[in-house]
């Protein structure tokens, strides 16, 4: 989440947040969003029922960065959208800006993933390690994202994003059908210009989240609350 997002390349133009201690200790993208200061939505694109809108947020006039979100519903209860966020394989196979994706740790209802983007040349390289923590409710199943980049030694010549936070929401309309919501934050920077990255960006996750669309159909499989993958059918439509 991917986001990610999770779901591409870092989408902002903040500075680093080290002198922004409470951006710091925020624990998820709702903390972060409360101590700022939020411009409106902006429609970017809508294609195959899928929304992508931004908004900057500013913190204390001193950094500014860009919140995207993504909304599309799909005829898939839940767990044919869950399980293809929470399986390593099957996130890598709908996410267009993923190089190379491994799990780190799984325990209960968190997992900690280790993302190295598939960044064009000659940009510099840059990777991202995630805590996801799922939440269940009654017809709503969140995954909120941290970045952890502690977690995972430094890559050689591979920039690590210091500053991420995002949300999967995952909304049971009925039985076969699910809408979907992911919202990210990323404070890291990068050499790529803004009006070249701004079209890498949003495509790559128009492509990802049209495949994420696709694939959420069919024979699924059922993603416990601790994290375990067994098989099952989806609902037949």
């Known amino acids: 989440m991917v986001f990610i997002l999770v779901s591409g390349l870092s989408i902002n133009n903040g500075i680093a947040t080290a002198q922004h201690a409470s951006l710091k200790d925020s624990k998820n993208i709702s903390q972060v969003i409360a101590l700022a200061i939020c411009g409106p939505w ?85 990777d991202l390690v995630i805590m996801h923590e799922m939440i269940t409710e009654s017809r709503r199943t969140i995954i909120q994202m941290v970045a952890v980049p502690d977690a995972v030694p430094l890559l050689k010549n591979v ?21 979907v919501k992911f919202n990210a934050i990323s404070f890291s920077k990068t050499n790529i210009p803004r009006f070249i990255r701004d079209s890498i960006i949003q495509n790559k996750l128009m492509q990802s989240f049209i495949r994420l669309k696709e694939q959420s159909l069919g024979k699924q499989e059922v993603v416990t609350a601790h994290g ?8 037949h439509r």
């Open 42 to 126: 902006e429609t970017i694109r809508q294609e195959q029922g899928i929304s992508l809108r931004s908004r900057w947020l500013t913190f204390d006039e001193t950094l500014k960065t860009r919140e995207i979100s993504l909304r599309f519903v799909v005829n898939s209860d839940v767990q044919g959208v869950l399980v293809n966020l929470a399986d390593p394989e099957r996130f890598r196979t709908w996410n267009d800006g993923v190089r190379s994706l491994r799990m780190i740790k799984r325990s209960d209802s968190t997992w900690i993933t280790h993302i190295v983007y598939d960044i064009p040349q000659p940009f510099s390289q840059q």
């Open 159 to 179: 920039n690590r994003q210091q500053h991420y936070f995002g949300q999967w929401e995952l909304v049971s309309i009925n039985s076969t059908q699910t809408e």
């Open 228 to 235: 375990t993958l067994k098989n099952a059918d989806a609902p």
